[in-house]
């Protein structure tokens, strides 16, 4: 195989989205597999919808998945510039090669007029496409057109045989150049349109394989008429199924066709998110779903790619990311703890050596429970603050209990007094509690969960005492217990039960 080089080519019109990404991602892999090189071109040509946002979101993402190119914006190379909105004289010097060949030719028709006659063609049972009225005008009616309007170059399709490819992944492809009309490649504007600029940038960048989604397939076809028109080398395609939803339909919003910078922002951890996109459409074997970045590298290949569509299951990839959190270090884990935690101004912006240790105790138990870093906050926002944000459901359940003030200064007493301060002495003192008032041990603990977090779920409950302290931890539970009594107070009383 020659030296491989592919490429990953957006269009600046939006974020980086799920297909993009898997795009990029599979022809990272190859690249990285075969020791080639992988290539980012921006192809900015919409010039209504591209925006430098856009090229900048896309960037950002992918750099933030570790899908880095040997070749393009920031980079640059031997085959640059990269960005298509700069190449304008490349593209036009090609057009102008196949309309002095006479394999192109101008268009003078105007949009209203190309309309009005696919009409009339559909409705004659014909296949609407460009009925080449602007290939068989004469010289006068050229220069006549010429002065009055704007015209376009067409390619001059061919009118027998067929199309036929190799796909690696769909086999043999073939399309009838009969269905394949005389393609606009220059716009009036003097623009490049998506598959002549597509093929001229593939050949003079050495693009060995063009691997993308199989939505692609006509393009291909269209592009391959221009690579034989100009006597070029064809690259090797590869098309991949398309991403369907669970319910088998295209993906959308819905089932969470979203930016990758949107995972990003709801804590997904970027090793996870490229773990789940190699294996839509990809897979190693029916057994094997974790996957390190060196792994994917190693064992990805064209031959495992699914010829059908791959579903994208929002439940599975939070499943993947909290198998991550799990396994990330806890040093790492904290550091991510605290972008979120000072994003939400609750830890300082700096972070210090103290404050890492503190955020490692705090994740500690949290780990486990964690599906993605957006849990964080909510999950840990107590250790940070005593303005606690109380579950009136929780608060209603557990701390609305007769019993419950006196507990709960009992606790305190208890907990001023033990040394050394340490988990087994804290499980000792609600033990305690427990039998003395003849109550379930977690009808001990659950009020002073409640009065210490705000909620009814938290890590073991020695873990929030110790993390806490000792003078935070008696704060809260004194001031829950006159909530609790002043809620037992003003409660109507109990109807006696009736003797049975």
Known sequence: MKDVRTRYAPSPTGYLHVGGARTALF????????????????????????????????????????????????????????????????YRSYAEQLLAEGKAYRCYCTPEELKSRRAERFAAGEAPMYDRRCLHLSDAERERLARERPAVVRFLSPDEGEVRFHDRIRGEVAFENKLLDDLVIMKSDGWPTYNFAVVVDDHLMGITHVIRG?????????????????????????????????????????????????YREQGFLPEAMVNYLALLGWSYDDRTELFSRDELVRYFSLDRVSKHAAIFDLQKLEWMNGVYIRNA????????????????????????????????????????????????????????????????KAVRRFLHREYVPGLLARLVARLIELDPWESDGIDRIFRGLADEYGKKLGDVIQPARVALTGTAVSPPIHDVILLLGRTRTCQRLTRAAEMAKAAVEASPPQAAAPDS
């Open 329 to 392: 270090p806890l040093s790492r884990l904290a550091e991510l703890a605290h972008e979120r935690l000072s994003e939400a101004g609750l830890v300082p912006a700096e972070l210090d050596q103290a404050l890492l240790e503190r955020l490692e105790r705090i994740m500690a138990p949290l780990q486990v429970r964690l599906k993605t870093l957006a849990d964080i906050v909510p999950a840990t926002r107590y250790f940070f603050t005593d303005d606690l944000e109380f579950d009136e």
């Open 214 to 262: 199989e939505d692609h397939l006509t393009n291909t076809a269209r592009q391959i008429q221009l690579y034989q028109a100009f006597g070029w080398e064809l690259p090797e395609f590869a098309h991949v199924p398309l991403i369907l939803g669970t319910d088998r339909t295209r993906l959308s919003k819905r089932h969470g066709a979203v930016s990758v910078g949107h």
């Open 27 to 90: 022809n990272w892999l190859f690249a990285r597999h075969h020791g080639g090189k992988f290539v980012l071109r921006i192809e900015d040509t919409d010039l209504v919808r591209s925006t430098d946002e856009s090229t900048r979101a896309i960037i950002d993402a992918l750099r933030w998945l570790g899908i880095d190119w040997d070749e393009g914006p920031g980079v640059g190379g031997p085959c640059g510039p990269y960005m298509q909105s700069e190449r304008l004289e490349i």
